[in-house]
């Protein structure tokens, strides 16, 4: 399981996020706005985004296959649901 977190300063959902997939053991890779990407980037990527972070996860990190996209609460419920 491949995790990528989109985040930014300051953000104490993007923090959640972390710790979350740290105790769910989850292997993830933190991008955070202005120094791994750029707020354009981040845009073409989740167009319908309003808030930070964005998740993605899949078996392997790609572009082409994201088994789930979201933010921390449907990471987080995602989770719950399934025990």
């Given at each position: 399981?491949?995790?990528?977190?989109?985040?930014?300063?300051?953000?104490?959902?993007?923090?959640?996020?972390?710790?979350?997939?740290?105790?769910?053991?989850?292997?993830?890779?933190?991008?955070?706005?202005?120094?791994d990407f750029e707020f354009p980037?981040?845009?073409?990527?989740?167009?319908?985004?309003?808030?930070?972070?964005?998740?993605?996860?899949?078996?392997?990190?790609?572009?082409?296959?994201?088994?789930?996209?979201?933010?921390?609460?449907?990471?987080?419920?995602?989770?719950?649901?399934?025990?």
């Amino acid at each position: 399981m491949k995790v990528l977190i989109y985040g930014k300063e300051q953000c104490p959902y993007c923090v959640k996020a972390k710790n979350l997939a740290e105790r769910l053991g989850h292997d993830y890779t933190y991008l955070q706005l202005g120094i791994d990407f750029e707020f354009p980037e981040f845009m073409e990527r989740f167009p319908t985004a309003r808030t930070f972070p964005q998740i993605v996860i899949t078996e392997e990190i790609t572009d082409k296959y994201p088994a789930f996209i979201g933010g921390y609460t449907e990471y987080e419920d995602s989770w719950n649901e399934k025990g």
